[in-house]
Each structure stands twice: as structure tokens, then as C-alpha cells.
């Protein structure tokens, strides 16, 4: 099958290669709902080297940056507790943590969580962490314009590979809250 965007060989349905995903992802789509159907998730083949967003686009096609987006896993501190979130934005904005983020979490600080907490707790890859999958319970903030998105590049949940979704279906999982202005 030929992926809607981008220069890949070929893109498979999610349901079709689920050997291929991380236990988490795998597991998400197994038991996936919403109003957009599984098999319009797709999964392409990427070099891990060229997952960081200005080299996958020099590779995989320029066009892709405007509709590529980035999983950012983020840890709210308030009262001497820690809770975990992650936020979608466009691959093209910064993630407004400081702002946005710190107070749609009502925590007195937020900064992007470390690596290890992030592997640890997703069960998915530094680089490659995406919002398909995620621990229950977390919330998930995703920016308005990567809803908007006709498709959306996001990651594997490891380094080889990516997803292409329909951008619609991300503001449809579980502890999926939409935000304006996520990404500054």
C-alpha cells in the first residue's frame, strides 16, 4: 500500500504487523475504538539513524515536516508528588510547558520528564515514544492543529518506524484532551 504522504516504500495497516510494535502500541491497537478504524492506521518502515525530526524529513520528503508531530512525555510537580502526562505538538513548535501545560495540569511545576522515567513508564523507545499505547490514567494533551491534520507522522513507540493517523483519531484516545496553542 502506498502511504498517503511522504517518499516510503510502503505502508501497512497497524492490525496487519502488530509483531512489529512495542508491547504497549500493539496492545492499543488491539483493542482500539473510535470513529476512525484501525486499519487506517499505518506503520512505515524508517531507519532508527533518521528518526529526529530534521533528518527524517531530509530523508522520507520536506512535505512531512508540516505534518509530522512529537510525543513529549512531561512531569507535574505539586505538593511533593509527581504525575505524568504527554503532549502532542506539531514537529514544527515548541511545547509550552512552562505555560499551557503547567496549568491545564494544575501543578506548580512541569518539565519534560527524564528519558529513563519516559522509557520506564511507556514501555517505548527514547525518540520514538508515541501517544498510541500510553500507561491508563495519564492524561494526554494534543495540540488542536495536529487534530486538524488530515494525517499525522508520529512515532512507533521505538525508533524504527512511524505511524501515519489520521489526526482526528488522536483527540479519540484515551485521556485525549485537545489544547490550543499547546506548541508555541
Known sequence: MRAPLGNFADAIPVPECLDRLVGPVAEAVRHW????????????DTEPEWADTA??????????????????????KRGGATSLAACVVPSTTRLDVNG???????????SFAPMDTATGET??????ITPIGLPAGWPLLVDSAVVDLPHVVIGSGARRGKLIVPGKALAEL??????????G
Open 55 to 76: 533528518t527524517f524529513v531530509e530523508h522520507y520528503g520536506p512535505e512531512l515536516l508540516a505534518s509530522s508531530a512529537n510525543c513529549v512525555v512531561v512531569a507535574g
Open 174 to 183: 484515551p485521556g485525549a484532551e485537545v489544547l490550543e496553542h499547546l506548541g
Open 100 to 110: 499551557v501545560v503547567r496549568r491545564h495540569l494544575g501543578v506548580r511545576k512541569a
Open 123 to 128: 514501555g517505548m523507545e527514547y525518540g520514538g
Open 33 to 44: 475504538r473510535g470513529s476512525v478504524p484501525a486499519e487506517q492506521l499505518l506503520l512505515v
